[in-house]
């Protein structure tokens, strides 16, 4: 079964533009998760989606915005980027919220965005 | 600051017990996570614990729980060069990472 998959790979912008990273989460899940891990850190919890609704936000300010589509895909957005932005992306997808082990987040490889 | 504690550096011999600490804060956890991340590449599940466990073993890897001093420890046995990676503990249910303890093994 494929895992978590997420476009692009890698990614170069310039300080001022817009981005968007994609990400498909593993068959039957439907929660996906976004974290931003910077070179040397732990990744930084941003967002979750269950069911097409946002369920946490982490300590990110408001150029970050996601969505989940029916499909339970989802999207990251990032306007105006900052030079602090370029980090690694990662999106985790977990069955949903709920009892037992549903809540355990399988990653993808990651986007990789620099901005310059 | 972070609510996960990890060290950041292990050296250990091939062959060897690895033994990675980790402190977090939040007790209402449900399950802590061990994660495993290559350079380059995104994190690899390696084991969970309930958070009414003391222990868990799976294979080469065994979970140690002090829920009284929020402690949590992975021992992996026999270590091999392709433990080389860095290690993440992390809370539930929004994943709270440490800085990821850095384990390098040598021949």
């Known amino acids: 079964d494929a895992g978590v998959t997420q476009s692009p790979t890698h990614l170069i912008k310039t300080r001022g533009q817009q981005v968007t990273l994609r990400c498909s989460p593993i068959?039957?899940?439907?929660?996906v998760s976004w974290y931003q891990q910077v070179l040397g850190q732990g990744p930084q919890f941003i967002f979750q989606?269950?069911?097409?609704?946002?369920?946490g936000r982490g300590n990110f300010p408001d150029r970050f915005s996601a969505r989940q589509f029916p499909n339970y895909s989802s999207e990251l957005n990032v306007n105006a980027l900052l030079l602090g932005d370029s980090a690694l992306y990662l999106c985790?997808?977990?069955?949903?919220?709920?009892?037992?082990?549903?809540?355990?987040?399988?990653f993808g490889p990651g986007t990789r965005l620099l901005v310059l | 600051g972070e609510d996960v504690e990890q060290s950041l550096f292990l050296s250990v011999r091939e062959g060897d017990s690895s033994v990675i600490n980790c402190t977090y804060t939040?007790?209402?956890?449900?399950?802590l996570y061990w994660y495993k991340q290559e350079p380059g590449a995104g994190l690899q599940l390696l084991t969970y614990?309930?958070?009414?466990?003391d222990m868990k073993q799976d294979q080469r890897l065994t979970v140690l729980l002090n829920k009284k001093d929020k402690h949590l420890s992975l021992r992996i046995a026999d270590t091999q060069t392709g433990d080389s990676a860095i290690y993440f503990c992390?809370?539930?249910?929004?994943?709270?990472f440490g800085a990821g303890t850095t384990v390098t093994v040598r021949a």
């Open positions: 985790a997808s977990s069955l949903g919220p709920g009892t037992g082990n549903q809540e355990t987040q399988y």
């Open positions: 068959s039957g899940h439907k929660s």
């Open positions: 989606y269950y069911e097409k609704e946002e369920r």
């Open positions: 939040d007790s209402s956890s449900t399950y």
């Open positions: 614990i309930f958070s009414n466990m």
């Open positions: 992390a809370e539930s249910p929004e994943l709270s």
